[in-house]
């Protein structure tokens, strides 16, 4: 019978979905049978708490009031902070974990969200017998909010050297720290895709094969202002194809249905794709806020990236990073995007060829691999429930 892990998550922006679905299918991958996956939002099913209403919250402060999404995240990043949210917000889940506990018997539970580490945890131990590994799989980049670090947890994986310092200083031992890197779909875990692949792609995807392309996307709520950015694309005159992703931005959708570029011609305008690992290795180029997902996809698939916009607090630093390591650009203004696209297009750009070195010597498409490898190893040797 099938081993059962349960995979915890919150459906705030699509990062810790797509990391424990990532890490799901790398298992049934590897160890064909082997685990039986439960992916589950707690906050949805538990009866409504101060916590599920905040994930509710979450897009639209996200969309309209970052200066508020902003406080929160600085105002609960600290130990004695997330103690305070523990003790109450999250108590109120212990009830929806106990109850999923019971009824799966998971050989481990593993964490993808900040605020369900120490709760897990919690629930796991209450009976002072209990040795079902909690692992904790960090889906943010660089700057690690306080919840990520659990003490009790028996093994946190860590995508940056600035996540490990976190953790560490928060107390977690050596030997639980994994700096695996962060979990992307098998889809791009492949290697980077050549002039063939790309015109095959963008002939299905309805791209034009010989022009210059460019993604427009914006995490899995399509945030950042995409209509902007892609009708100053669509209006720039560049001879360069063009397609846009909205996610869940319905309304970016509706705004941008019957966008045409350069010549007239139809740009592809998407709601939620799942394919989007296709959309990404039949590009040249992505335009987008700075997601971790997003970013470490965007790597894994040989692509440079200007980012536009970022969610203040946790996604400030993927910002800096990328620059830093010359993988990307920011460019916040719609002009300084046209400017840098009409540079970064042209044939043999000496800037572009840099970012796709950079790009290369920093993407990680063996961490979903690691990360499977780790928690099945775990699995594997705990105890059987009862
Ligand atoms: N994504 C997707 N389809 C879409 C838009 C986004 O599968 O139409 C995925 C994307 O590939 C990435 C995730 O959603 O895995 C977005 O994660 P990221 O960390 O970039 O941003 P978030 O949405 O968490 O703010």
């Not at 160890?31 to 949805?44: K, L, Q, R, Y």
């Not at 996200?62 to 109450?88: D, E, G, K």
């Not at 695996?180 to 980077?192: Q, T």
């Amino acid at each position: 019978m099938a081993i059962p892990l349960l995979f915890l998550i919150a459906d705030t922006g699509g990062g810790h979905r797509a990391g424990a679905t990532a890490v799901a299918r790398r298992l049934e991958l590897d160890c064909p049978g082997e685990f039986d996956v439960h992916i589950v939002d707690p906050t949805a099913v538990a009866s409504p708490t101060l916590l599920s209403r905040t994930a509710d919250l979450y897009s639209p402060l996200i969309h309209h009031a970052r200066w508020v999404w902003a406080a929160l995240y600085h105002a609960t990043n600290s130990a004695p902070a997330v103690a305070v949210i523990r003790a109450s917000a999250l108590r109120s889940l212990g009830r929806a974990l106990r109850q999923l506990l019971a009824s799966l018997r998971p050989a481990a539970v593993v964490s993808f969200h900040p605020l369900l580490n120490h709760v897990s945890a919690a629930v796991v131990r209450e009976d002072g017998v209990s040795r079902v590994p909690v692992i904790t799989v960090i889906t943010d980049l660089v700057d690690v909010h306080a919840g990520w670090a659990c003490r009790d947890i028996d093994a946190v994986v860590i995508p940056s050297p600035g996540g490990l310092d976190r953790c560490r200083r928060a107390g977690i031992p050596a030997a639980r720290c994994h700096q695996l890197g962060l979990p992307v779909d098998s889809a791009f875990a492949r290697p980077f895709p050549d002039d063939a692949e790309r015109s095959a792609l963008r002939r299905r995807l309805g791209l034009d094969e010989e022009r210059f392309t460019v993604l427009v996307c914006g995490g899995a709520d399509g945030s950042g202002s995409l209509p902007v950015r892609a009708r100053a694309i669509a209006g720039s005159g560049l001879p360069i194809g063009l397609a846009v992703i909205c996610g869940r931005n319905r309304r970016a959708h509706t705004q941008l249905a019957g966008l045409r570029a350069a010549g007239g011609r139809a740009v592809p305008v998407m709601g939620f794709v799942d394919n989007m690992a296709e959309w990404m290795r039949a590009a040249d180029l992505v335009v987008t806020k700075a997601g971790p997902g997003t970013i470490s996809e965007a790597l894994c698939s040989g692509l440079p990236m200007l980012l536009t916009w970022y969610i203040p607090g946790q996604e400030r630093g993927n910002l800096e990073w990328v620059v830093d390591i010359g993988a990307g650009r920011y460019v916040p203004g719609a002009r300084e995007l046209v400017d840098a696209l009409a540079e970064l297009s042209l044939p043999g750009s000496p800037g572009l060829a840099a970012m796709r070195s950079a790009v290369a010597e920093v993407a990680r498409p063996d961490a979903t691999r690691r990360i499977a490898a780790l928690i099945a190893d775990m699995a594997r040797t705990a105890p059987v429930q009862g």
